[in-house]
């Protein structure tokens, strides 16, 4: 689950770029009376939504299938009920406040990856090869922490030998080149920050670490709208307009469960 906290508005001064990940964890860990809850699978929708509209030349290419990919690439958190259901009760802490998906054991969490790699597969290939990629880094800096127990981290070397199996027999069905494929991980990369970005709620002025041809991109709200520079949804063209997209949010807590689009322009 992303959570959304319902907080006033204080970003710090957008003098410059701070990096992205710190502001999406800081609205993950806080603490408010009320949230908008944003299930893995939606917020991996929106993911792909925006991975579907890079129309600068200046970034990798998306076709159809990679797009559909990425809109799949945390499909496999349905596997649980408070994801899944929107009338069904998050999972909670001692303190009430529900649980993000920063919060999610290894035996769990390996679940879900590995049930979004099967499904992003069986879009393409490719789709499959960078979605498996994409956790992998996850698990290598998950152990690289070395918060886990040994059994944890006994799982997630496993994971990440397995994945490794698969993603070269997907690169080898693929038919793209290995150079060609970690520039679309780029891009499932940048999209899933993003869309946790604005799922979460964030405001401040961010770079994504991610470094594309024209660089890093940078991110700041103007006029309840956002501004992206270099921008892949720009082609230069001077009659381009502002995207507009959505995701499903529940708001908790609430009886009955009470739905909302949150909505996101973005430049």
Same mark, same amino acid.
């Given at each position: 689950?992303?959570?959304?906290?319902?907080?006033?508005?204080?970003?710090?001064?957008?003098?410059?770029?701070?990096?992205?990940?710190?502001?999406?964890?800081?609205?993950?860990?806080?603490?408010?009376?009320?949230?908008?809850?944003?299930?893995?699978?939606?917020?991996?929708?929106?993911?792909?939504?925006?991975?579907?509209?890079?129309?600068?030349?200046?970034?990798?290419?998306?076709? !159809?299938?990679?797009?559909?990919? =990425? @809109?799949?690439? /945390?499909?496999?958190? &349905?596997?649980? +009920?408070?994801?899944? %259901?929107? $009338?069904?009760?998050?999972?909670?802490?001692?303190?009430?406040? !529900?649980?993000?998906?920063?919060? =999610? @054991?290894?035996? /769990?969490?390996?679940? &879900?990856?590995? +049930?979004?790699?099967? %499904?992003? $597969?069986?879009?393409?290939?490719?789709?499959?090869?960078?979605?498996?990629?994409?956790?992998?880094?996850?698990?290598e800096g998950r152990l690289a922490s070395a918060i886990d127990a040994a059994e944890d981290s006994a799982r997630?070397?496993?994971?990440?030998?397995?994945?490794?199996?698969?993603?070269?027999?997907?690169?080898?069905?693929?038919?793209?080149?290995a150079a060609q494929l970690e520039d679309l991980l780029l891009v499932l990369q940048f999209c899933d920050l993003?869309?946790?970005?604005?799922?979460?709620?964030?405001?401040?002025?961010?770079?994504?670490?991610?470094?594309?041809?024209?660089?890093?991109?940078?991110?700041?709200?103007?006029?309840?709208?956002?501004?992206?520079?270099?921008?892949?949804?720009?082609?230069?063209?001077?009659?381009?307009?502002?995207?507009?997209?959505?995701?499903?949010?529940?708001?908790?807590?609430?009886?009955?469960?009470?739905?909302?689009?949150?909505?996101?322009?973005?430049?």
């Amino acid at each position: 689950m992303v959570l959304h906290p319902v907080v006033p508005d204080s970003p710090p001064p957008a003098n410059r770029y701070a990096p992205a990940w710190p502001a999406i964890e800081r609205a993950q860990r806080r603490l408010a009376k009320e949230y908008w809850l944003v299930s893995q699978s939606d917020h991996a929708a929106l993911a792909g939504a925006l991975a579907a509209r890079f129309v600068s030349p200046e970034f990798p290419r998306v076709d !159809p299938p990679i797009a559909r990919a =990425i @809109e799949v690439h /945390d499909s496999g958190w &349905a596997l649980f +009920a408070p994801e899944a %259901r929107v $009338e069904a009760a998050p999972r909670l802490d001692s303190r009430g406040k !529900p649980l993000s998906f920063l919060e =999610i @054991e290894p035996p /769990d969490f390996l679940r &879900a990856w590995a +049930a979004s790699i099967d %499904r992003s $597969e069986s879009v393409c290939p490719a789709g499959g090869y960078i979605v498996s990629r994409h956790f992998c880094a996850l698990g290598e800096g998950r152990l690289a922490s070395a918060i886990d127990a040994a059994e944890d981290s006994a799982r997630l070397r496993w994971f990440l030998q397995r994945e490794a199996e698969r993603q070269r027999r997907l690169l080898a069905q693929s038919g793209r080149s290995a150079a060609q494929l970690e520039d679309l991980l780029l891009v499932l990369q940048f999209c899933d920050l993003l869309s946790l970005y604005l799922c979460s709620g964030a405001t401040d002025a961010v770079e994504f670490p991610q470094s594309f041809a024209p660089g890093r991109v940078g991110i700041r709200c103007e006029n309840q709208a956002f501004i992206l520079q270099p921008s892949p949804f720009r082609s230069g063209n001077e009659t381009d307009a502002m995207i507009s997209l959505g995701v499903e949010a529940r708001r908790y807590p609430a009886e009955p469960p009470r739905t909302a689009t949150l909505a996101f322009l973005l430049w």
